[in-house]
């Protein structure tokens, strides 16, 4: 199959949530996720109309951003302290950010390197067994203080990923993304829902959704 014709299932999946939810399918952002896939599928996407794809590894990101100049790509897995400096050169935006040393690093980094880098934080939903990173909610005010402070790491919402088949997640998403926005005194986005759950997902009110197999088909690991 195509990735024409991938895409044009998803948003025939992305319309009939979305009318269920009574939202509107173009408020949702669709983020193709391009982790382990070639560059010749990026062209391809690129042809499609993407400008804008999510990577999970510095050093592959740095890699792609290299040779694709043209095109932005979004970091959404866990940075290790000592990938800061790379992942602000190669990303144009930051969802993994999951803790305030992180955030101090970040922003004493873009200062220097004279960036703005807008940042998402990622909310764990997962027992303390897994190694899937995120913020616990106990520890967000900590972090959203940092950042508060740092007009080069501007604060535009909350990413997750739902551990599969646990409904309560996306509600909990849902509650927390409100009362942060009660606290805050303006909006922030939402990000969750993947190629298995956008569904639920756009039901919950996620703003954008990150697709990476049911669009480019199985990853080459
Ligand atoms: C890999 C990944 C995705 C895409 O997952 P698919 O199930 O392939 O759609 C989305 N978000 C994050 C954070 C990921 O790591």
Redesign the pocket.
Same mark, same amino acid.
């Given at each position: 199959m195509s990735l024409a014709d991938r895409l044009e299932g998803l948003r025939t999946r992305i319309q009939r949530a979305a009318a269920a939810a009574d939202r509107d399918p173009s408020s949702i952002e669709f983020l193709p996720?391009s982790?382990k896939q070639p560059l010749s599928l990026i062209r391809e996407a690129a042809a499609l109309g993407f400008a804008r794809f999510?990577e999970?590894y510095v050093q592959e990101g740095a890699e792609k951003a290299a040779a694709l100049p043209d095109l932005a790509f979004v970091l $959404?897995?866990p940075l290790q302290r000592n990938k800061a400096k790379s992942a602000l050169q190669t990303f144009t935006e930051i969802q993994s950010l999951d803790r305030p040393e992180l955030a101090e690093r970040l922003g004493r980094l873009a200062e220097e390197l004279d960036v703005v880098r807008p940042v998402w934080i990622q909310v764990d939903l997962w027992d303390e067994t897994t190694k899937q990173g995120g913020c616990a909610e106990a520890d967000l005010p900590a972090l959203i203080a940092v950042l508060s402070g740092d007009a080069r790491l501007p604060l535009r919402g909350l990413m997750a $990923?739902p551990p599969p088949g646990d409904d309560a997640a996306f509600t909990q998403m849902a509650g927390l993304r409100e009362r942060l926005q009660q606290d805050l005194g303006r909006s922030l986005r939402l990000s969750l829902g993947?190629?298995?759950d956008l569904e639920a997902a756009i039901a919950a009110g996620s703003d954008q959704i990150?697709?990476?197999?049911?669009f480019f088909g199985e990853r080459s690991y």
């Amino acid at each position: 199959m195509s990735l024409a014709d991938r895409l044009e299932g998803l948003r025939t999946r992305i319309q009939r949530a979305a009318a269920a939810a009574d939202r509107d399918p173009s408020s949702i952002e669709f983020l193709p996720v391009s982790k382990k896939q070639p560059l010749s599928l990026i062209r391809e996407a690129a042809a499609l109309g993407f400008a804008r794809f999510g990577e999970n590894y510095v050093q592959e990101g740095a890699e792609k951003a290299a040779a694709l100049p043209d095109l932005a790509f979004v970091l $959404l897995g866990p940075l290790q302290r000592n990938k800061a400096k790379s992942a602000l050169q190669t990303f144009t935006e930051i969802q993994s950010l999951d803790r305030p040393e992180l955030a101090e690093r970040l922003g004493r980094l873009a200062e220097e390197l004279d960036v703005v880098r807008p940042v998402w934080i990622q909310v764990d939903l997962w027992d303390e067994t897994t190694k899937q990173g995120g913020c616990a909610e106990a520890d967000l005010p900590a972090l959203i203080a940092v950042l508060s402070g740092d007009a080069r790491l501007p604060l535009r919402g909350l990413m997750a $990923l739902p551990p599969p088949g646990d409904d309560a997640a996306f509600t909990q998403m849902a509650g927390l993304r409100e009362r942060l926005q009660q606290d805050l005194g303006r909006s922030l986005r939402l990000s969750l829902g993947m190629s298995g759950d956008l569904e639920a997902a756009i039901a919950a009110g996620s703003d954008q959704i990150r697709i990476g197999t049911a669009f480019f088909g199985e990853r080459s690991y």
